[in-house]
C-alpha cells in the first residue's frame, strides 16, 4: 500500500483542491440496489457539552470529522462494487448500501437504525404481532465499530432478527447467542486479544502489572476478564481503576489522577489499558501533563491504532507502547480506490449529476454527513483525513471489506445460486438470510474465513510495538499469536536496550517457593527447600520427596535412596576381620599345643576334653562375628544373637566346672569336697554344660518367640542412604539371650574371687576371676557404646565386643596355660596343678599318691 505522505501528495495533484473548496462525498452514501444492506461508521463526533445540554429528543450535530470512518466508509463500498462486478458471487444482482454516521454516540446512532427497521418504500415502522413476513428497508447492516453502540443495536436487531456484522466490536458478551442471536462480526472476541496479552506477560515475567478500563461496558468487561485471566496464570494487579470516558466533575478527574500518582510511585512498569479512545487520550495527556515516568503499556487494540492518541503532544514521554491487532489481509487496490473516489466527490459535473438524485430520506434523517463535505485541501495537507498509514488502518479495513463479503455469500446461499446465475429476484426476509449465516465459511480477498458458533471469526494476531519516528510512532510488526505467542526480540526497541521488569520480588531461585506477603501472591520472600523436599510445579510449597528418596537442601528433584549397611569393606570391618583372624589363630594355637599335650598334667587337671570343648565353642562364638557384616536379611537378623551366645555359654559353663571344683577343694570340708567333686568329674561335668545350653538355647527361643529382630529400612537415620539394619525391640531383649552367660560369670568369678591360693600350686582360680572380669568390663561397656554409637556402626560394636570378649578369656585363662607348656615344662607336673594332699586322699595313702604322681609324670 502507499505511504500517506504519498498518497495525500498523489491526491492534492489529482483533485486540484485550492483552499476552502468542499467535496460531494456524502451524496455518495446510498445506491440502490436489488437488495439493500445498511451501514453505521464513525464518520464524527459530537461536542461533550451539546450531550449534557439536551434537554429534548431532537437532533445532535455533529462536528467533528474522523477520517477513519471515511476509510471504513470506502472499504465498504469497494467491497459492494467487487461484488456487483463479479460473476460468482451473485451473479445478475445487484447490492445496494445506505450509509449513516453514527457520531460515536448511541442517541445518534439509534435514529439510522430505525430507518433500517422502517417497512421498504417508508420511513417509519409498522407494529405487528408476527414479523416473519415482514419486509425492512435493508436486509442486513454493517456496523457499528464500537461495543458500546452494538449491545444497543445488537438487541435491537435481534428482536426482528436482522442480520448485523460488525467490523470492530470486539466484546465478548456479544458472543452470548441468546441475548444477541443475530449478532456477527469480522473480528474476534476480546478474550482471544487478553488471552494473547496474558502469555505477553508470562513471557516477559511481568507479574505485577496496574490494569486501567475505560469507565463504560468495553473497559469494565475487559477489565473482568483480564483479572481472571491473569489471576488463573500468577500474575498479580497491583492496581485497578476505571478512567471516566468524557471529561467529568473534577472528583472522578482527582480519583484518576491519584491512580496515576500510586502506579508512577510503586514497582509497578507494566500498565494493561483496556479502554476506548477517549478515555486513554484523557489519561495519557494528564500522564504527559504531570511528568509521570515512562511506562510500558500494553494497549487494546481499540486505542493502539489511535490517530487522537498517536498525534498527543509529547506522547514519546509516556514510554513503551505494544498490543495487539488482528491480521487482515492486505487490499493493495485500497489506495487507488480511495484517491479515485474522492476525486470525484471534488468534480463538479460528477456532484451535479448526484443532485439529480435527490434522497428522499434528508427530510426525516437530515444531512447524511454535512462535514465530510467539508475536507478541504488544509485538512488533507495537515494529515486530518490521510495522517494514518495503511499499515495501522488495513486490519479495520480488511474487517469491513470482509463483512460485505459475509452478507453477500448468505445471501448467494439464500437464494440458491450457482456460480453463473441467481434466480429471479425474489424478496428475502432477513431471518432467511441469518439461518445461512450460523458456521458459514465465506472468502474475503485471499483468506478463506468462517463464523464460529458465536458469530465471530478465527484471525491471527499481530503484536505491533509503537517505534517513535517524528512526530508520530510508526507500528512495527515484532510478533504473532495465534494459540501461541512467538516474538521477534530483535525487532523490539526497549529503553537502555533492557526489557524493563515489573515485578513485586525478585524471581526465586531453582529449589526455593515463595512465601507470600500481604494480599498479593506476587510479594512474598524467597525460602529454601528442606533437605528431604524439592520444589516442583508449586512454587508455594516444597513438596516431601518419597520415603525411597531423598534431596539436598534448595533441590528441584529428588534422588533415590542407596541402601546403606556395614559392607564388608569398610575400614571397621577389616580391622575387625583381622582381630578375629589373631583370636582364632590362638584358639586354633591353644588347641593344637593342648591336643599335642593330651595326656599332661596341665590339660588333664583343666579338664581334658572339656577344656578342649570350651576352646572349640570360644571359636565357634569368634566366627559369630560373621554374621554381622553385609546386607542383612531376616534370617541373618533372627541367627545373629543365638549363634553368638550359646557357644559363649558352652565356653563359659566348663569355667564353671573348673570355679566350682576350684571353690569346693578350697572352702569346704575334705568329706563334701570329695563327694562333691565325684559330681563335677566327668560323665557328670557334660551334663552340666548340656544343661546350660538348654537353657540359653531356651532363652533363645523365647528371646526368637517374643521379640524378633526384624530387618528394617530405615530413611530417617542417614541423610542420602536407607539404613537396612536388624531392629533390637528392647534392651530387655537384649538382655534375655544374655542371662545364662551373665549368671555363669557371675558364679565364675564368686566362686573364685575369694579362693586362697596354696603356696606351690597352680593358681587356676585366679585366671578365671580375671577372665570373669574381663567378660564384665567388655559386656558392661558395650551397652552405653551401643546405645549412643550410630546405628550404622551397632553391628561393628556388637563385633568388636564378641572379638574382645573371647581375646579377653583366652588372654586370661588359656594363653597362660599354653606359656607354661611352652617356656616352663618343669612345672607341667601332678603336684604343681592337683597337690599331693588331695591327690592321696582320693587315691587311699599319701604315698600312694605321691608315687602315683610320679609314675603318671613319668
Given at each position: 500500500m502507499l505511504s500517506p505522505a504519498v498518497l495525500s501528495l498523489s491526491l492534492a495533484a489529482a483533485l486540484g483542491l485550492s483552499t476552502g473548496a468542499?467535496?460531494?462525498?456524502?451524496?455518495?452514501?446510498?445506491?440502490?440496489?436489488?437488495?439493500?444492506?445498511?451501514?453505521?461508521?464513525?464518520?464524527?463526533?459530537?461536542?461533550?457539552?451539546t450531550l449534557h445540554q439536551r434537554t429534548q429528543p431532537n437532533g445532535i450535530p455533529c462536528t467533528r470529522f474522523l477520517s477513519r470512518g471515511l476509510f471504513l466508509v470506502m472499504a465498504m463500498k469497494m467491497a459492494v462494487e467487487e461484488i456487483n462486478n463479479r460473476s460468482s458471487l451473485l451473479p445478475g444482482l445487484n447490492l445496494g448500501y445506505d450509509l449513516f454516521d453514527t457520531c460515536l454516540e448511541p442517541v445518534v446512532t439509534m435514529k439510522p437504525s430505525l430507518m433500517f427497521l422502517a417497512k421498504a418504500g417508508s420511513s417509519s415502522i409498522a407494529a405487528?404481532?408476527?414479523?416473519?413476513?415482514?419486509?425492512?428497508?435493508?436486509l442486513a447492516v454493517i456496523g457499528p465499530h464500537s461495543s458500546e453502540l452494538a449491545l444497543i443495536t445488537g438487541k435491537f436487531f435481534s428482536f426482528f432478527l436482522m442480520p448485523q456484522v460488525s467490523y470492530s466490536a470486539s466484546m465478548d458478551r456479544l458472543s452470548d447467542r441468546e441475548t444477541f442471536p443475530s449478532f456477527f462480526r469480522t473480528v474476534p472476541s476480546d478474550k482471544v486479544q487478553l488471552e494473547a496479552i496474558v502469555k505477553l506477560l508470562q513471557h516477559f515475567e511481568w507479574n505485577w502489572v496496574a490494569a486501567l478500563g475505560s469507565d463504560d461496558d468495553y473497559g469494565r468487561e475487559g477489565l473482568g476478564i483480564f483479572s481472571?485471566?491473569?489471576?488463573?496464570?500468577?500474575?498479580?494487579?497491583?492496581?485497578?481503576?476505571?478512567?471516566?470516558?468524557?471529561?467529568?466533575?473534577?472528583?472522578?478527574?482527582?480519583?484518576?489522577?491519584?491512580?496515576?500518582?500510586?502506579?508512577?510511585?510503586?514497582?509497578?512498569?507494566?500498565?494493561?489499558?483496556?479502554?476506548?479512545?477517549?478515555?486513554?487520550?484523557?489519561?495519557l495527556n494528564y500522564s504527559i501533563h504531570y511528568g509521570l515516568s515512562p511506562k510500558v503499556w500494553v494497549a487494546s487494540d481499540s486505542w493502539l491504532?489511535?490517530?487522537?492518541?498517536?498525534?498527543?503532544?509529547?506522547?514519546?514521554?509516556?514510554?513503551?507502547?505494544?498490543?495487539?491487532?488482528?491480521?487482515?489481509?492486505?487490499?493493495?487496490?485500497?489506495?487507488?480506490?480511495?484517491?479515485?473516489?474522492?476525486?470525484?466527490?471534488?468534480?463538479?459535473?460528477?456532484?451535479?449529476?448526484?443532485?439529480?438524485?435527490?434522497?428522499?430520506?434528508?427530510?426525516?434523517?437530515?444531512?447524511?454527513?454535512?462535514?465530510?463535505?467539508?475536507?478541504?485541501?488544509?485538512d488533507l495537507s495537515s494529515g486530518l483525513l490521510l495522517n494514518m498509514s495503511t499499515e495501522q488502518l488495513n486490519h479495520q479495513v480488511f474487517a469491513t471489506y470482509a463483512a460485505v463479503y459475509s452478507v453477500a455469500q448468505?445471501?448467494?446461499?439464500?437464494?440458491?445460486?450457482?456460480?453463473?446465475?441467481?434466480?429471479?429476484?425474489?424478496?428475502?426476509?432477513?431471518?432467511?438470510?441469518?439461518?445461512?449465516?450460523?458456521?458459514?465459511s465465506f472468502q474475503a480477498g485471499n483468506l478463506t474465513l468462517q463464523f464460529d458458533a458465536s458469530g465471530s471469526v478465527h484471525m491471527e494476531y499481530d503484536l505491533k510495538m509503537w517505534v517513535w519516528e517524528s512526530p508520530t510512532p510508526v507500528l512495527h510488526t515484532?510478533?504473532?499469536?495465534?494459540?501461541?505467542?512467538?516474538?521477534?526480540?530483535?525487532?523490539?526497541?526497549?529503553?537502555?536496550?533492557?526489557?524493563?521488569?515489573?515485578?513485586?520480588?525478585?524471581?526465586?531461585?531453582?529449589?526455593?517457593?515463595?512465601?507470600?506477603?500481604?494480599?498479593?501472591?506476587?510479594?512474598?520472600?524467597?525460602?529454601?527447600?528442606?533437605?528431604?523436599?524439592?520444589?516442583?510445579?508449586?512454587?508455594?510449597?516444597?513438596?516431601?520427596?518419597?520415603?525411597?528418596?531423598?534431596?539436598?537442601?534448595?533441590?528441584?528433584?529428588?534422588?533415590?535412596?542407596?541402601?546403606?549397611?556395614?559392607a564388608w569393606g569398610e575400614p571397621a570391618v577389616l580391622s575387625l576381620l583381622l582381630l578375629l583372624g589373631l583370636v582364632l589363630g590362638l584358639v586354633l594355637g591353644a588347641l593344637g599345643l593342648f591336643v599335642h599335650s593330651w595326656n599332661s598334667p596341665l590339660v588333664q587337671a583343666s579338664g581334658g576334653p572339656?577344656?578342649?570343648?570350651?576352646?572349640?565353642?570360644?571359636?565357634?562364638?569368634?566366627?559369630?562375628?560373621?554374621?554381622?557384616?553385609?546386607?542383612?536379611?531376616?534370617?541373618?537378623?533372627?541367627?545373629?544373637?543365638?549363634?553368638?551366645?550359646?557357644?559363649?555359654?558352652?565356653?563359659?559353663?566348663?569355667?564353671?566346672?573348673?570355679?566350682?571344683?576350684?571353690?569346693?577343694?578350697?572352702?569346704?570340708?575334705?568329706?563334701?569336697?570329695?563327694?562333691?567333686?565325684?559330681?563335677?568329674?566327668?560323665?557328670?561335668?557334660?551334663?552340666?554344660?548340656?544343661?546350660?545350653?538348654?537353657?540359653?538355647?531356651?532363652?533363645?527361643?523365647?528371646?526368637?518367640?517374643?521379640?524378633?529382630?526384624?530387618?528394617?529400612?530405615?530413611?530417617?537415620?542417614?541423610?542420602?542412604?536407607?539404613?537396612?539394619?536388624?531392629?533390637?525391640?528392647?534392651?530387655?531383649?537384649?538382655?534375655?539371650?544374655?542371662i545364662t552367660n551373665a549368671t555363669l560369670a557371675f558364679l565364675c568369678f564368686l566362686g573364685t574371687f575369694l579362693v586362697q591360693s596354696q603356696p606351690g600350686r597352680y593358681n587356676r582360680a585366679r585366671g578365671i576371676t580375671f577372665a570373669m572380669l574381663s567378660y564384665f568390663i567388655i559386656w558392661v561397656s558395650f551397652v552405653p557404646i551401643l546405645a549412643n554409637v550410630q546405628v550404622t556402626y551397632q553391628p561393628a560394636v556388637q563385633m568388636g565386643a564378641?572379638?574382645?570378649?573371647?581375646?579377653?578369656?583366652?588372654?586370661?585363662?588359656?594363653?597362660?596355660?599354653?606359656?607354661l607348656l611352652l617356656w616352663l615344662p618343669k612345672l607341667n607336673t601332678w603336684e604343681f596343678f592337683l597337690g599331693g594332699g588331695h591327690r592321696a586322699e582320693g587315691d587311699g595313702s599319701s604315698d600312694g599318691g605321691r608315687d602315683g604322681t610320679q609314675g603318671h609324670s613319668e
Open positions: 468542499s467535496l460531494c462525498l456524502s451524496r455518495q452514501f446510498r445506491v440502490q440496489g436489488d437488495y439493500m444492506l445498511g451501514g453505521l461508521f464513525p464518520l464524527g463526533s459530537t461536542e461533550e457539552t405487528y404481532c408476527n414479523y416473519t413476513q415482514y419486509q425492512p428497508r435493508v481472571g485471566l491473569a489471576n488463573a496464570r500468577g500474575i498479580c494487579i497491583a492496581h485497578e481503576g476505571l478512567i471516566t470516558v468524557h471529561r467529568a466533575s473534577d472528583q472522578q478527574l482527582k480519583k484518576m489522577v491519584d491512580v496515576l500518582h500510586q502506579v508512577n510511585q510503586s514497582k509497578v512498569q507494566v500498565v494493561v489499558l483496556f479502554a476506548s479512545v477517549q478515555a486513554v487520550y484523557l489519561l491504532t489511535s490517530d487522537q492518541v498517536m498525534t498527543l503532544p509529547r506522547i514519546a514521554q509516556v514510554g513503551t507502547v505494544l498490543g495487539f491487532l488482528q491480521r487482515g489481509d492486505l487490499l493493495p487496490e485500497f489506495p487507488h480506490y480511495v484517491q479515485t473516489h474522492l476525486a470525484l466527490a471534488s468534480n463538479p459535473a460528477f456532484c451535479a449529476s448526484l443532485d439529480a438524485e435527490i434522497d428522499l430520506d434528508e427530510h426525516v434523517m437530515g444531512p447524511r454527513c454535512p462535514h465530510c463535505d467539508d475536507i478541504s485541501l488544509p448468505a445471501l448467494h446461499n439464500t437464494l440458491q445460486c450457482n456460480a453463473s446465475s441467481c434466480p429471479a429476484t425474489k424478496p428475502v426476509q432477513p431471518w432467511q438470510l441469518l439461518k445461512n449465516m450460523y458456521n458459514m515484532v510478533g504473532t499469536f495465534n494459540g501461541s505467542l512467538q516474538l521477534q526480540h530483535s525487532k523490539m526497541h526497549w529503553p537502555g536496550n533492557q526489557v524493563p521488569v515489573s515485578q513485586c520480588s525478585r524471581q526465586c531461585k531453582d529449589g526455593q517457593v515463595r512465601r507470600v506477603k500481604g494480599f498479593h501472591s506476587c510479594c512474598y520472600d524467597c525460602v529454601d527447600c528442606k533437605a528431604g523436599s524439592y520444589q516442583n510445579s508449586d512454587n508455594f510449597i516444597c513438596t516431601l520427596c518419597g520415603p525411597d528418596q531423598w534431596s539436598p537442601e534448595q533441590s528441584t528433584s529428588c534422588f533415590p535412596r542407596r541402601p546403606k549397611f556395614l572339656l577344656f578342649c570343648f570350651g576352646l572349640v565353642c570360644l571359636g565357634l562364638f569368634c566366627l559369630s562375628v560373621l554374621l554381622f557384616p553385609g546386607q542383612p536379611s531376616p534370617a541373618s537378623c533372627l541367627a545373629q544373637q543365638p549363634l553368638a551366645h550359646l557357644p559363649l555359654t558352652g565356653c563359659l559353663s566348663t569355667l564353671f566346672l573348673q570355679a566350682a571344683e576350684t571353690f569346693v577343694e578350697s572352702e569346704l570340708p575334705l568329706n563334701w569336697a570329695t563327694w562333691l567333686c565325684a559330681y563335677l568329674q566327668r560323665p557328670w561335668a557334660w551334663l552340666v554344660v548340656l544343661l546350660a545350653i538348654l537353657v540359653e538355647a531356651a532363652l533363645c527361643a523365647w528371646y526368637l518367640a517374643a521379640f524378633p529382630p526384624v530387618m528394617v529400612k530405615d530413611q530417617q537415620v542417614l541423610p542420602t542412604e536407607t539404613l537396612e539394619h536388624c531392629h533390637m525391640h528392647s534392651w530387655v531383649s537384649l538382655g534375655l539371650v544374655h564378641i572379638l574382645l570378649c573371647a581375646l579377653g578369656i583366652l588372654a586370661t585363662f588359656h594363653l597362660p596355660k599354653c606359656y
